[in-house]
């Protein structure tokens, strides 16, 4: 899975990395530029600030077809979609101002960032904190629809199948249910949620108030898909192709640009 449980909270796996080599980074400036305190920390914040301006503009510049549906889901900062090329020369940039009066400074700056952009990516290549899902095909789990009427998981493949795990009592759930909903209605693609450890009452109580309609809406009251899939948290996605293999899957709030970049696929 790509993201890592601390009790009630989630955090993407891309961002603990890329937290700690910031951390690491300020570390090494510390000791290799030759900078006044003030300036040097004017440099680091100005990079930080920059780096997630730049990515996230590279981002939305790249899947613009995705964000020109919904133009303020660019400004949803906390959703995944940040590219760290852009980022990457965004940083740069920033410190060739910023430092343009300071040769050496400048150059051992353009190194350490090169050295930690490496650090990231072999990180990110690595993955030591990430697990891989319990599951590789679509799972043999019957459970009951809203109707009580049993629905095997694995007779749903004949088709792409997006199966999200969600509560009523998660925010992010709730926030992509309506994109869940809107990707249900294409075709070739099956939309599952599965909600984990609510009554019958709850769940259509929650789908009737915001006028949510899904063919395949699910009750697992005991979690054990949550179990099956070894799933840090809610919610989590999983993408399997029309022949029950399972392609990608992410802990967390998922975007449009992303579920577009699956389906495409």
Known sequence: MDALALGPLLIPLPRLYAFAVALVLVLA???ALRLPRLQRGRWFNGLL???LIAARLGHVSMHWD???AAPLDALKFWQPGYSAAW???GAAAW???FLRHRLVALVTAQVLLATAFAVWLGLMLWNPLGSDSQVQ???ELTLENLDGDPVTLSSLQGETVVLNLWASWCPPCLREMPLLAETDARDGVRVVVVNQGESLLQVVRYLDAHALDFEHALLDPQQR???LTAAPGLPTTLLFDASGRLVDQHVGEVSRAQLDAWLSR
């Open 49 to 51: 600030l920059t780096w």
């Open 87 to 89: 980022g990457m020369l």
């Open 95 to 97: 410190s060739v101002w």
């Open 137 to 139: 095909t679509l799972p």
């Open 225 to 227: 898909l949550m179990a």
């Open 29 to 31: 400036s510390q000791a």
């Open 66 to 68: 995705s964000y020109a």
